[in-house]
Structures are given as structure tokens and as C-alpha cells.
């Protein structure tokens, strides 16, 4: 398959559809649940139901030649309707960067039931349609006007396209687009569409944008346009946090987790369920992706594993991230040694962890001593835990406990990151200490420039008070 254009050839599972995909995506935590992208899914799923019993209108009904520019010029070209009867409406999905609108695009178009579907880049459809332009014009008369030819073409190809990042930003484009929209809405095209502008902002203050409105006007008639905007771009949020551990758990936190996954990955493709081999046993990974994986607490720390799994976990993956982890008491007794035993694999093997719970680190372990020991307490102010530490009894699981948390302290360090096995973290650490040191530079200059002024107009206003002075003092 030619990746640029993204053309489909491999069949849906029979009765998928946007709704039931996300939910399956949801549940099996590749995506996080957000009920914006929700409301969208719905819409797609509604486009979804209507191109199962929709027939795209013969290619040649309207004309098997190109159309003269002379034509199209005296306004001779016969009216029609913007799109065949029985076209479902397609879908203009505008919000800002980082809130979800090319997952679910393309959520929708792996689940649409035809192999003639394509997907493409925007900028890469404008490239094929130039490309095709100069070809027709070496192939036929200098007053022959491609763009019919070329848009019956493209819906011959495929009458449903998807477009990522729809944005008009020089007038060959728009002049372009103003008849090509006209021409694939003709011919019955679906369009589904993301940008991160509306309609009406598209190719604004280009030069001659009012003869574009009308593609404007088409785009807006011919799709329903709906806005994908939670307000937070949780890629950005990854990017420029310093943390790698989350509290308390929310749907935010959640957010940022599955973004700073993709960024730990690289955005690779995630595997799901993939088994991992030792030793005669098996051990499921739940996500995976360039040697980050993805555990829940419960199913890492609740269910029967040993020193050795969590050793050989370290071994393959160099990024671990584990999500809600609970405050911990007696009655986890076991839950807590296994968690202990995963810190402790961890760090030996200088992973990277990254974390969800539901509290600080200091505050994970809850619970009193039997005997309160005063070198335990003198050791949990050393390393800031709270008075309530937790306390199991016997005295080697509670300083187990104290180390836990210290090495955790340690391995949420940004020296932890940098020297990890992680590039993309590392990477992303180093920029992020950059911009401190840069950011603490500028404010110590403005600083020093300031004072430096109010130095100079102290010594300036004294030497005016003192000649103030001396004057009247000769008046006297």
C-alpha cells in the first residue's frame, strides 16, 4: 500500500463500527475515555450507519471529458445539485492541537465498510492534485479544464476521503479547491475532514478569499461541522511537565498519562496482550510500545508475581508505567511487598517509572507501629514521609517501606530521567532544563537591568536635590 495516500484494501470485521471500536480502545486502555471525543464518535458512527446502504452515483453520469474553461467561463455548465440525492452528509472536525480529532477520524476510517476509502495528509492531496494537473495539461487541449476529469478520477478511486489538518494557506490552493470541492461533492464524495480552524477561518486575509467563500459555503453544507476542543492539549501538557509521577488519579491525570505513554514510545504502535517468555513461564504485558509497557497496579502488584518477573520486565522494557496505585494498609500486606519488590527491580535496573496513585509518595503507606521505632522516625523525616508512614508489623517490612520511598523520591528526579535508558524522555528532560536555566537567565538580566536603572536615576535625582540645594542656598 502507498502510505501517502492511504488507501484501504484490508476488510472491516463485520459489525464494527466508531462506537463499539472506541469503547473496545477504552476498555482495553489504548485510548482514555473523554467524553468530547465521545460526542464525536457518535456523529461518525451516525455516518458510519448511513454508507452502509449508500450507492455512489455512476462516475460517467456526468461526462466521460473535461470541461472547456470557455464553458465554465460564459457560465454555460448546466445546474446541478451541490450533491446527489441520498449523499450523506460528511463531517468538518475543527479544535486545537492535542485534543483527539485525527484518532477519532481515523477510528472512523478503519471501520468504514468499503476498500474504496482513502485517507491522506491534506498537504499530501494537494501535491497528488498538482501533480495530476500538470499531467492532464501535457495529455490534452490547452482549453480543456481538468478539474471534472480529476475529480471523477479521485471519487472512481474513492467516494470516501479523509482529510488530516484541511488548512488553505496560499491562493494556487484555493483557486484550486474553490472548483475541486464543487466537482468531488458532485460526483458524491463523502468528506470527512479535521483542521484546527473553522470553515469560516480557513485561508483568511489570503488574497482574493472572496472568490474562495464559495468552497467555504460548500465545505459547511456539505458536512456537518462540529467543534473537538476539551480545552487542554494533554501533548503539549506531556511535553512540558517535569513530573513522572501523577496524584491524585482523575480523568485529566489520566490524559496527561496516555499522552506522556506516546511521547515515552515515540509514538510507536502499540501491542496489546503481548506475551512475554521466561523461564518456562509467561508473563502478559497489557500495552507495549518501544520498550515501554503499561501495567494497572492490580495487575502487577495484586496478582502472583515474584522477584523474577518483575527482574525480567526490567530487563526487556526501559520505561515502565504504572497507574493507580492505591494508598496501601495492613489489610495489603501482600500487595505492599510486591510493590516494594517491583521498586526494588526497578531501580536496580535504572528503569524509568512512571507513576499514577492516589496520593503523594510519602503518603502511600498508612498505618501504625506496634512499636514505634525512633530511628525509623528520625530516617522518615530525613526523607520528608509523613508521621503516618506506613507500619506493618515488623520492623524489616517498615524500613522495606522507608526505602521504597526513598528510591522513588530518587527515580523522579530528573538526573534519573537523563541518565535513563529512555531517549525520548532524556531528550525531553534536557529541553525542559534549557528552558529553566534560559528562563532564570532572562529574569536575572531584567533584574540586574532594573536595578541598574534605578541606580541611575537615584544617583541622577540626588545630584538634582544637591544642585536644588546648593542654589537656594546662594539665594540665601
Not at 490534452?140 to 470516501?160: F, G, K, Q
Not at 477561518?201 to 473537538?228: A, D, H, T, W
Request: with cysteine.
Amino acid at each position: 500500500m502507498d502510505t501517502a495516500l492511504s488507501y484501504s484494501i484490508n476488510p472491516t470485521p463485520a459489525g464494527d463500527c466508531p462506537v463499539r471500536r472506541y469503547k473496545r480502545l477504552v476498555e482495553t486502555g489504548r485510548l482514555i475515555d473523554d467524553s468530547f471525543q465521545r460526542s464525536i464518535v457518535s456523529k461518525l458512527d451516525r455516518l458510519h450507519q448511513e454508507l452502509l446502504s449508500y450507492l455512489p452515483p455512476i462516475s460517467a453520469a456526468h461526462g466521460a471529458t473535461g470541461t472547456s474553461f470557455l464553458w465554465k467561463l460564459l457560465g454555460m455548465r448546466p445546474k446541478t445539485r451541490a450533491m446527489p440525492v441520498g449523499t450523506p452528509r460528511g463531517l468538518y472536525i475543527f479544535g486545537d492541537v492535542g485534543t483527539g480529532k485525527t484518532t477519532t477520524m481515523d477510528l472512523f476510517f478503519d471501520t468504514v465498510p468499503t476498500p474504496m476509502k482513502r485517507r491522506i495528509h491534506f498537504h499530501a492531496f494537494m501535491l497528488d492534485v498538482h501533480a495530476r494537473i500538470n499531467s492532464f495539461k501535457h495529455t490534452h487541449e490547452c482549453s480543456d479544464d481538468p478539474i471534472p476529469t480529476i475529480a471523477r478520477e479521485l471519487a472512481a478511486d474513492a467516494y470516501v476521503l479523509c482529510f488530516d489538518e484541511f488548512q488553505v494557506t496560499d491562493i494556487a490552493d484555493a483557486m484550486v479547491l474553490r472548483r475541486l470541492v464543487t466537482e468531488l461533492f458532485r460526483n458524491g464524495v463523502v468528506i470527512v475532514t479535521t483542521s484546527n480552524r473553522h470553515p469560516d477561518e480557513l485561508y483568511k486575509n489570503g488574497i482574493q478569499r472572496e472568490s474562495f467563500m464559495p468552497c467555504i459555503g460548500l465545505l459547511k453544507n456539505c458536512c456537518e461541522v462540529v467543534s473537538l476542543d476539551s480545552g487542554t492539549d494533554y501533548r503539549k501538557v506531556a511535553r512540558e511537565t517535569e513530573s513522572v509521577y501523577f496524584s491524585p488519579i482523575s480523568a485529566d491525570t489520566n490524559k496527561v498519562l496516555h499522552a506522556l505513554f506516546g511521547l515515552a514510545a515515540e509514538n510507536a504502535p502499540v501491542e496489546s496482550s503481548v506475551p512475554l517468555r521466561f523461564l518456562g513461564r509467561t508473563l502478559t504485558v497489557p500495552l507495549a510500545a518501544n520498550g515501554v509497557a503499561r501495567f494497572s497496579f492490580a495487575e502487577l502488584c495484586k496478582d502472583a508475581h515474584s522477584a523474577v518477573d518483575y527482574i525480567e520486565l526490567a530487563k526487556r522494557y526501559h520505561t515502565l508505567m504504572l497507574t493507580d496505585v492505591p494508598v496501601m494498609n495492613m489489610s495489603d500486606r501482600n500487595e505492599a511487598r510486591r510493590f516494594i519488590t517491583l521498586v526494588d527491580a526497578l531501580y536496580e535496573s535504572h528503569t524509568v517509572l512512571i507513576m499514577s496513585s492516589e496520593a503523594e509518595i510519602a503518603c502511600l503507606f498508612t498505618g501504625k507501629l506496634e512499636a514505634p521505632n525512633p530511628q525509623l522516625q528520625s530516617t522518615a523525616k530525613a526523607t520528608r514521609v509523613s508521621d503516618s508512614l506506613v507500619a506493618y508489623a515488623g520492623e524489616e517490612e517498615v524500613f522495606a517501606f522507608d526505602r521504597a520511598i526513598s528510591r522513588l523520591v530518587e527515580m523522579s528526579s530528573r538526573q534519573w530521567i537523563l541518565a535513563g535508558r529512555n531517549r525520548a524522555l532524556a531528550e525531553n528532560a534536557m529541553h525542559q532544563e534549557r528552558s529553566v536555566r534560559g528562563t532564570s537567565i532572562s529574569v536575572a538580566n531584567s533584574t540586574r537591568k532594573r536595578r541598574l536603572s534605578e541606580n541611575t536615576t537615584g544617583t541622577a535625582s540626588a545630584r538634582d536635590d544637591m544642585a536644588d540645594y546648593r542654589a537656594i542656598s546662594t539665594v540665601a
